[in-house]
């Protein structure tokens, strides 16, 4: 699901947004490249201190979208290149994976897991 160029974006700093769709229509969060875990072929774990209105959305409608990028790797013709992931959410507040999470980012209150079904470079 993740390819290299993928890998080598989150190498690099940037900001991800992370877009959900609940009664109250879209709504667009921040975090940071460097935040995202990736723990098997389809899944990636985010730490989450806030994004209140992200979990009211995703427990309304479990599907999100994110995109993140870097300017510092070669994208199709230029400089610079960016991803769209989507798949499904959800906050996870306990287990292995929350501890694992915990022990990386002290800060987390929840963690955001997401199923990605589709990883598709955008630039």
Not at 100 to 120: A, G
């Amino acid at each position: 699901m993740f390819n290299e160029k993928f890998l080598e974006v989150l190498k690099h700093e940037g900001v991800v947004s992370i877009v959900t769709c609940g009664s109250e229509g879209a709504h667009v969060s921040n975090t940071w490249n460097s935040y995202i875990t990736i723990v098997d072929e389809n899944k990636i774990l985010i730490p989450a201190a806030a994004m209140i209105k992200t979990e009211k959305n995703i427990n309304e409608n479990s599907n999100v979208k994110l995109t993140l990028g870097s300017h510092e790797v070669m994208g199709y013709r230029y400089m610079g290149t960016g991803f769209l992931l989507e798949g499904t959410a959800k906050f996870l507040k306990e287990g292995d994976e929350f501890n694992m999470m915990k022990e990386k980012f002290s800060f987390l209150t929840r963690v955001l897991e997401i199923t990605v079904t589709s990883c598709k470079q955008t630039l």
